[in-house]
């Protein structure tokens, strides 16, 4: 069974090719890997380490996904930024979550 994803990426002036794997048997599964081709696809005009605790949800905070995100600090109000990297560090103070945030170019 082959599952179709349509996808609206900038201009159109940039295709790839199908995207071909095993591995891949649902729908949430086509589009997250959609979304990491596409990433790659496209230039990267910024990149961010971020550590911070673990928050309540930090089991959604997955390489692939993306997340708005606002921090002052840094210049960011409301980006859009794609995860590229996440590890857990713990200690007797607690657990601390660093993500590797990138931001490419005219993402929508």
Known sequence: MAITIQANYGS????????????????ADA???????????????????????????GYLL????????????IGLINQILY???????GNNMGTKITLTLERYEAFE
């Open 12 to 27: 159109g002036d940039r295709p790839l090719d199908a995207v071909v794997d095993s591995l891949i048997i649902t729908e």
């Open 31 to 57: 589009i997250n890997r959609g979304y990491a081709e596409l990433n790659r696809a496209w230039k990267i005009v910024d990149s961010y380490t971020l550590s911070m605790p673990y928050p309540t949800n």
């Open 62 to 73: 997955e390489v692939g996904k993306h997340i708005k995100l606002t921090c002052p600090e």
């Open 83 to 89: 995860i590229a990297g996440v590890s857990q560090s």
